[in-house]
């Protein structure tokens, strides 16, 4: 059984930092994307940050230099460091694997950063 869960989030003043976590279970996770999403209300959701099987990342333009996505692919899990957080950063945050057609996602965790 496929599962993707996510934990870290949480309420964070502006300027703070949060790490996600991502632990994966049910597929060969060294072979998948793994993505973090995130929605905000009223929003459509929207790719974060990616990774592929040889580290190769690509990030979303307003979170560059501030969110940083990584793996660990001895514990199935993905991680998202996240600096210098913003209001506009407010979202539930998902997890997603994905190789060709296959994709998988998690429930999400929300990120709330206010003051």
């Known amino acids: 059984q496929v599962q993707l869960v996510e934990s870290g989030g949480g309420l964070v003043q502006p300027g703070g930092s949060l790490r996600l976590s991502c632990v994966a279970s049910?597929?060969?996770?060294?072979?998948?994307?793994m993505s973090w999403y995130r929605q905000a209300p009223g929003k459509e959701r929207e790719l974060v940050a990616a990774?592929?099987?040889?580290?190769?990342?690509n990030y979303e333009d307003s979170v560059k230099g501030r969110f940083a996505i990584s793996r660990d692919n001895a514990k199935n899990t993905v991680y998202l460091q996240m600096i210098s957080l913003k209001p506009e950063d407010t979202a539930v945050y998902y997890c997603?694997?994905?190789?060709?057609?296959?994709?998988?996602w998690g429930k999400g965790t929300l990120v709330t950063v206010s003051s």
């Open positions: 997603n694997a994905a190789l060709g057609y296959i994709s998988y």
């Open positions: 049910g597929f060969t996770f060294n072979r998948y994307v």
């Open positions: 990774i592929r099987s040889g580290d190769n990342t």
